[in-house]
């Protein structure tokens, strides 16, 4: 896919898979919800509690991968792969911004509820998180549509 594919496909509220590297050198994967800095798709960020096991994997080794694939049939099926090095976010309101983006995206258009009612629990939960942040460098990418049937 062209970059503005990629933007396009991104653009879309799906879940990515995040896969870091484990203390004992094998993928540990989950799954995420992503968002971007003023809409542009050069960095995705994410969130994660700051004790979890992908944050301490990030820590230890930056290397990681994340994937976004959509698709019910082979014909259909298409997504992103990046490859990099993970950015570890602490500052609090840093960490909030990205809550903030992240419901937006997310929870937003489920219950219409403006982000202002749910501010006091994205900074509550801001203080127990830390981001990731992965830039769009690596990037692999498929679209099975392309291929005629």
Same mark, same amino acid.
């Given at each position: =896919? ?6 396009? +496909? /991104? ?5 990515? $898979?995040?896969? %870091? ?12 919800? +992503?968002? +971007?800095?003023?809409? &542009?798709?050069?960095?995705?960020? =994410?969130?994660?509690?700051?004790? $979890?096991?992908?944050? @301490? #994997?990030?820590? @230890?080794?930056? @290397?990681?991968? +994340? =994937?976004?694939?959509?698709?019910? %049939?082979?014909? #259909? ?9 993970? @950015? ?13 983006? /992240?419901?937006?995206?997310? %929870? /937003?258009?489920? %219950? ?21 942040? /992965? ?5 692999? &990418?498929? #679209? ?6």
């Amino acid at each position: =896919m062209s970059r503005e594919e990629i933007a396009g +496909f /991104l653009d879309a509220p799906l879940t990515a $898979s995040l896969s %870091t590297l484990g203390v004992d050198g094998f993928p540990h994967l989950t799954g995420m919800w +992503f968002a +971007f800095v003023d809409g &542009s798709p050069g960095e995705v960020h =994410m969130w994660a509690y700051a004790k $979890s096991q992908k944050v @301490r #994997n990030v820590e @230890r080794d930056a @290397r990681c991968a +994340f =994937m976004v694939e959509e698709g019910t %049939t082979y014909a #259909n099926l298409r997504g992103i792969l990046v490859r990099g090095e993970a @950015r570890l976010v602490e500052d609090v309101d840093d960490v909030y911004a990205i809550g903030v983006r /992240l419901y937006e995206r997310y %929870t /937003l258009p489920a %219950t219409g509820l403006a982000v202002q009612g749910p501010e006091v629990e994205i900074r509550r939960q801001a203080g127990k998180r830390k981001g990731i942040v /992965l830039t769009l460098e690596r990037v692999a &990418s498929w #679209n099975h549509a392309k291929l005629g049937g």
